[in-house]
T-cell receptor, first 116, second 114 residues
Framework: DAGVIQSPRHEVTEMGQEVTLRCKPI?????LFWYRQTMMRGLELLIY????????DSGMPEDRFSAKMPNASFSTLKIQPSEPRDSAVYFC??????????????FGAGTRLSVL | GENVEQHPSTLSVQEGDSAVIKCTYS??????FPWYKQELGKGPQLIID?????GEKKDQRIAVTLNKTAKHFSLHITETQPEDSAVYFC?????????????FGTGTRLTIIP
């Protein structure tokens, strides 16, 4: 398997523009997580899905952020309108379930977002 | 909610020496404690994890210890090598299987001096 695939790897945009980050989880994984990493706040969980259903979105900073998972192989994180303080590295991770001992989270390589 | 504190934030050790990173957590219901390694330009990767029914776990040069009473756990790397240089994160979760919400520590930048 190619692992968790995120696109784009880098995104530079201007304040006020819409930004869409994409994630393809590992095939067969039914948990998907979106994280944000900054120097100031470290690695924060934004939202996670189980079987395409959002389970906990308490980490989503505000209404400008939204996430969807239309099917088991694709998820998006959208920021509209974007602001400079949204600049960060955004990670997607996926995990299997089923009672196995090592249901760990596998992270993608991340999307580095810069909002000017 | 859960709060995980991690120390130190930076650590430099001579190649071949040992490195120890410590974390404390606040929620006594947490029962799963993974450690992740993040290399430059990459996402975090799990290196070892421990569950609340175990006090210590070892995998070659890395080991993790857990003290549930004191609510702290530690990562030990022995015989450090240059490729151990990275940022290390501890995390805690209430899930037995690690596939639910993880709360991460703030990270430790480990530098191995050749």
């Amino acid at each position: 398997d190619a692992g968790v695939i995120q696109s784009p790897r880098h995104e530079v945009t201007e304040m006020g523009q819409e930004v869409t980050l994409r994630c393809k989880p590992i095939s067969g994984h039914d948990y998907l997580f979106w994280y944000r990493q900054t120097m100031m706040r470290g690695l924060e969980l934004l939202i996670y899905f189980n079987n395409n259903v959002p389970i906990d979105d308490s980490g989503m900073p505000e209404d400008r952020f939204s996430a969807k998972m239309p099917n088991a192989s694709f998820s998006t994180l959208k920021i509209q309108p974007s602001e400079p303080r949204d600049s960060a590295v955004y990670f997607c991770a996926s995990s299997p379930s089923g009672g196995g001992v090592r249901n760990i989270q596998y992270f993608g390589a991340g999307t580095r977002l810069s909002v000017l | 909610g859960e709060n995980v504190e991690q120390h130190p934030s930076t650590l430099s050790v001579q190649e071949g020496d040992s490195a120890v990173i410590k974390c404390t957590y606040s929620d006594s219901a947490s029962n799963y404690f993974p450690w992740y390694k993040q290399e430059l330009g990459k996402g975090p990767q799990l290196i070892i994890d421990i569950r609340s029914n175990v006090g210590e776990k070892k995998d070659q040069r890395i080991a993790v210890t857990l003290n549930k009473t004191a609510k702290h756990f530690s990562l030990h790397i022995t015989e450090t090598q240059p490729e151990d240089s990275a940022v290390y994160f501890c995390a805690a979760s209430k899930s037995n299987f690690g596939n639910e919400k993880l709360t991460f520590g703030t990270g430790t930048r480990l530098t191995i001096i050749p």
